[in-house]
């Protein structure tokens, strides 16, 4: 039986994406958080540029430029530099369980501004990912782990404020697209790193660099563009539904790969993010069946342009 290449692309990017939490714990042996987050951006930019043409990544007209920046600010600029310094000591499985809880945030964020319906489901789920991410953050007991895990925290609040921000451009461009556009704005608004990011990779060693290259290049790049893929094939439901999986892929892969073993409360409060997480999707409706709540019960391929599956539930 021939595989599926859908399924096959929506496998490739969580593996992808999961994998990106223990590469930044790598690339940090050898580079600053600044350092790191310039390198990766441009990375993943000069990529996206060399296959713009061949994914068919349009100019974004004028009036939408203020707004592109805006989102690569937070989108790509804020949320990698957070990321990459709350990692100096929050370990890459428990890093992933937290910016989980980016969905939830987006979730509040759009209900005060743009003022969708918040349902109960989503009041309580909110507040339970919430809850997981606070335990995340007290579990490990010492002063200088708190304080990066709440950085982590604030990562995902740059990724919701992304998600919110691009809902508008959403209607007019692709979820690739987006994600390109926003992806050079980022690397753009962090240009002023440049020379010590150079001075850093003269100096790094060859494993960082590698991981920095790896970063850029694979969950930056080929992450967006096989997501890109999966999702104009799939529901939005059903691609989104997919990515639930990276935090648990992603402490396999800090496991194998640097030997972590998070610490049960960690799990546990994990595991809170998650479900929290999983009730803030749930279709409205969902008890008679329906996806009531928009866009998860049409294929995505109907309406390209419209489609938010571009803003991962873990995006890294």
Known sequence: MKPDRTLLALAATVLLWASA???????????GPAELSLLRLAVASAALLAVAPLVRVRRPA???????????????SAY??????????????????????????????????????????RITGSC????????????????????????????AGAQALYHLGIKPLLRVYTGL?????AMWAGTALLLPLAPAAVRAVVHAPVDAGLAALYLGALPSAAGFVLWGYAVARLTVTA?????????AVALGVAFVWLGERPHPVELAGGLLTLVGVALVGRPAGARRGTAADGGGAAPAQQDPPRQDGSTPTVRV
Do not use: K
């Open 239 to 247: 691609a989104t539904a997919a990515l639930y999986l990276v935090p």
């Open 21 to 31: 939490f223990p590469a930044i714990r790598v690339a940090l042996q050898g580079y």
């Open 128 to 155: 339970v990912a919430l809850a997981g991410a606070a335990v995340i953050a007290v579990a490990g007991g010492d002063t200088g782990y708190t304080a990066a895990a709440w950085i982590v925290l604030a990562a």
């Open 62 to 76: 004028r009036r939408d430029l203020p707004r592109i920046v805006l989102v690569g600010a937070s989108g790509m």
């Open 177 to 181: 697209e987006v994600a390109a556009y």
């Open 80 to 121: 990698q530099l957070l990321l990459n310094w709350g990692e100096l000591h929050v370990p890459a499985g428990t890093a992933s369980l937290i910016v989980a809880v980016a969905p939830a945030i987006s979730a509040l964020l759009a209900a005060v501004f743009l003022r969708e319906r918040l349902t109960a489901a």
